[in-house]
């Protein structure tokens, strides 16, 4: 019968290791004491070019002088109100599934952003956010 040799011990440190690293990330991102007393967070997607990290934000409904855009360092913070089109406390609702109030979505930029490349817009319920990559500050020392 052969003999198979369980590494308990490696598999438990991995697990440990990815633990670690994912409470790290949480309690890394600005703000994270406030995800809880959010009402509802924009679905978001991140994508790239050769030049240029793209954000877009699905935020209908929500009025662009409600938006507050800021980078934190790596991070993107996004916030706002979304308010309802209707006072709602006198009327009977049949069915309610949109959310409204406010709303704060962080995500983590994971590449360098040039600040005098930034720009934002709001179009057709999304948001659109344009950063420019940052150029590398890698410098090449030469050994002599």
Known sequence: MPVIKISVAKDLNSLRRDFHQM???IFRMPHASLMASIAWMPAMDIYEDNRFIYVVADVA????DSLEL???GQF???AGNRKPP???RSKRF???EVEYGPFERVIRIPLSVAPDQVEARLENGLLLVRLGKKRSDKV???VK
Do not use: H, K, Y
Request: avoid cysteine.
């Open 61 to 64: 409904g929500v009025e662009a």
């Open 86 to 88: 209707v006072a709602t």
């Open 23 to 25: 409470i790290d990330e």
């Open 76 to 78: 993107l913070r996004v």
């Open 140 to 142: 090449t020392i030469e």
């Open 70 to 72: 800021a980078m934190e």
């Open 94 to 96: 049949f069915q309610m």
